[in-house]
């Protein structure tokens, strides 16, 4: 796994300091940018799993900073802070190709559990589209489609299919499904995966009965999704 690496890209001293503290005790290395052009610098330079990133910063707005990063083909995640906490500012944020964002002030762990999970989003991702077979997800539109179809899922089987849908043909256990679909929730039964992966099944499986099932249980292992 290795450290994980964050850039901190605030020009507030003492805000950026406790940041870096604070992620420093949860073993992550932290950098740090004082102003808009050094942050961009070090985005483009070096890499990182997470970027925490001032939308009010001299010099090169971190709006800005999103979208040159975005345009370099640069997908490393963006946790944007404002200290506005306006809908506007959101959305022109994550228009700009930011991941989330978190308003000022606030609880560090917000900020903690937010940054886990960006760091946990697999990166450069080529299109939104992710498929195998005739099944296909997009992660931007939400739309799931077997055989030209659309399916309707909720939630969490969206976001367990998309998991499958990312490591195709790889066997991912019920562990990893958990902390990757569930994070922090605390209602988590052992068989809750299971339960879950019916739905799943009787959704984009035995809902196209003239299709190859492409939802596999391995025994003792976990489950994985593939052709074959």
Same mark, same amino acid.
């Given at each position: 796994?290795?450290? &994980? ?17 604070? %992620? ?28 925490? %990133?001032?939308? &009010? ?5 971190? &709006? ?149 099932? %492409? ?14």
């Amino acid at each position: 796994m290795g450290l &994980m690496r964050v850039l901190v890209v605030e020009d507030e001293h003492k805000i950026a300091n406790s940041i870096k503290k604070g %992620l420093e005790q949860e073993s992550y290395a932290v950098d740090i940018a004082y102003d808009g052009e050094a942050g961009f610098d070090l985005a483009t330079g070096e890499s990182y799993d997470v970027i925490i %990133l001032d939308l &009010m910063l001299p010099g090169m707005s971190g &709006m800005e900073i999103c979208q040159k990063l975005r345009a370099d083909h640069i997908h490393t995640p963006i946790l944007i802070l404002t200290a506005k906490g306006q809908l506007e500012d959101k959305v022109d944020g994550l228009n700009s190709g930011a991941d989330d964002y978190l308003a000022k002030p606030f609880a560090f762990e917000e900020l903690l559990a937010r940054v886990k999970a960006l760091a946990r989003r697999p990166v450069n991702l080529t299109g939104t589209v992710l498929a195998v077979e005739n099944l296909s997800l997009d992660t931007i539109t939400y739309e799931v489609k077997r055989a030209g179809q659309l399916v309707q899922l909720s939630s969490k089987e969206f976001a367990l299919l998309e998991y499958l849908l990312r490591h195709p043909g790889q066997i991912l256990t019920k562990d990893q499904i958990i902390g990757h679909v569930w994070n922090y929730d605390a209602d988590i039964l052992p068989n809750t995966v299971e339960v879950y992966i019916g739905y799943l099944r009787n959704k984009i499986d035995k809902a196209f009965p003239a299709e190859a099932p %492409l939802i596999k249980t391995v025994r003792g292992f976990g489950y994985k999704i593939s052709k074959n």
